[in-house]
């Protein structure tokens, strides 16, 4: 997304009306069945390290560390592989 400095009153009703109608239209999209439970809740866990590189996990490919907790955890749920970081802080 690309972010504006100098939005006008024109643009700021687009992006509003155009929020406002794709949040309306989500509670018509369709629930595939079986897949969660009327009331039933998600759950989310984020697993967030700082200073890693991409194949520090075991179950990433590295067959020199043993990272069995994280493995047990990652090995039934998702693994995203393809994520860019931007450093927090910049030298200029």
Do not use: H
Not at 27 to 52: C, D, H, W
Not at 65 to 87: G, M
């Amino acid at each position: 997304m690309r972010v504006r400095k100098n939005m006008n009153r024109c643009d700021l009703l687009k992006a509003t009306s155009m929020s406002i109608a794709a949040a309306g239209l989500s509670g018509y999209a369709e629930e595939i069945p079986g897949v969660m439970r009327q009331g039933a809740k998600s759950n989310l866990l984020f697993v967030m390290t700082g200073q890693q590189r991409f194949d520090t996990l075991n179950c990433a490919g590295n067959t020199f560390l043993k990272t069995p907790n994280l493995a047990a955890v990652i090995d039934p749920s998702s693994l995203i592989c393809n994520v860019l970081s931007w450093p927090s802080v910049s030298l200029s």
